[in-house]
C-alpha cells in the first residue's frame, strides 16, 4: 500500500443494510450460528443432530443442513478480508526414555489471522464506536489487591 498523508480524511464507510446477513442468509441463520458454536461449544455430532430434530419439528426447516454447513457458513464470514495464516508445530523439548506420550510424536497445525490487522478492523469498524474504552488501566481485587488482566486495555502492553 502507499502512506496515507497524516492530514488525509479517513476512508469512507460504508454502511450495510440492517437486513445483510451476509453468508447467515437471516437473523435467525447467525443468531443459530451464533448458539451453537459460541454459547453452547456443541459437537459436531450433537449439532447434527440439533439441525436433525429442528427439520423434523412442523414442517421445520433448519438454517443449516450439518454441521459441515454450519463451520462452511462461518468459514465465509467477510471479516475485513484478513488472510488465514498457518503454522506447524512439534514438540523438540525432553522426551522420557520410556512410554513416550503420543503428543511428544506429533506435528500440530495451527491456523491464525494477524492480531494486529484484527484489532485495527475492530478499531475501524463503527460498529464499535462507543462501545470500547481505549484508555489503559490496571484492575485489582478487593480483598487481596492481586492484579487482575480480565480486559484488553488492563494488559501491561497499554502502558
Same mark, same amino acid.
Given at each position: 500500500? $502507499?502512506?496515507?498523508?497524516?492530514?488525509?480524511?479517513?476512508?469512507?464507510?460504508?454502511?450495510?443494510?440492517?437486513?445483510?446477513?451476509?453468508? *447467515?442468509?437471516? $437473523?435467525?441463520?447467525?443468531?443459530?450460528?451464533?448458539?451453537?458454536? $459460541?454459547?453452547?461449544?456443541? =459437537?459436531?455430532?450433537?449439532?447434527?443432530?440439533?439441525?436433525?430434530?429442528?427439520?423434523? =419439528?412442523?414442517?421445520?426447516?433448519?438454517?443449516? =443442513?450439518?454441521?459441515?454447513?454450519?463451520?462452511?457458513?462461518? %468459514?465465509?464470514?467477510?471479516?475485513?478480508?484478513?488472510?488465514? %495464516?498457518?503454522?506447524?508445530?512439534? *514438540?523438540?523439548?525432553?522426551?522420557?526414555?520410556?512410554?513416550?506420550?503420543?503428543?511428544?510424536?506429533?506435528?500440530?497445525?495451527?491456523?491464525? &489471522?494477524?492480531?494486529?490487522?484484527?484489532?485495527?478492523?475492530?478499531?475501524?469498524?463503527?460498529?464499535?464506536?462507543?462501545?470500547?474504552? *481505549?484508555?489503559?488501566?490496571?484492575?485489582?481485587?478487593?480483598? %487481596?489487591?492481586? &492484579? &487482575?488482566?480480565?480486559?484488553?486495555? =488492563?494488559?501491561?502492553?497499554?502502558?
Amino acid at each position: 500500500g $502507499q502512506p496515507i498523508h497524516p492530514s488525509s480524511p479517513p476512508p469512507p464507510i460504508f454502511e450495510k443494510p440492517p437486513d445483510d446477513w451476509g453468508s *447467515y442468509g437471516s $437473523q435467525l441463520g447467525f443468531e443459530t450460528a451464533e448458539f451453537i458454536f $459460541q454459547e453452547a461449544e456443541m =459437537s459436531a455430532s450433537k449439532i447434527d443432530k440439533l439441525l436433525y430434530l429442528w427439520g423434523c =419439528s412442523n414442517g421445520g426447516r433448519p438454517p443449516f =443442513s450439518d454441521h459441515n454447513k454450519l463451520y462452511e457458513t462461518i %468459514d465465509a464470514t467477510k471479516l475485513g478480508d484478513i488472510r488465514w %495464516d498457518t503454522f506447524k508445530l512439534r *514438540y523438540n523439548g525432553e522426551r522420557p526414555t520410556d512410554n513416550v506420550p503420543p503428543w511428544m510424536d506429533e506435528e500440530y497445525e495451527y491456523w491464525y &489471522r494477524d492480531p494486529s490487522t484484527v484489532v485495527e478492523n475492530m478499531l475501524s469498524n463503527t460498529e464499535f464506536d462507543g462501545e470500547i474504552d *481505549y484508555a489503559p488501566y490496571r484492575d485489582f481485587t478487593a480483598g %487481596d489487591k492481586k &492484579r &487482575r488482566y480480565e480486559n484488553f486495555m =488492563s494488559g501491561d502492553w497499554a502502558w
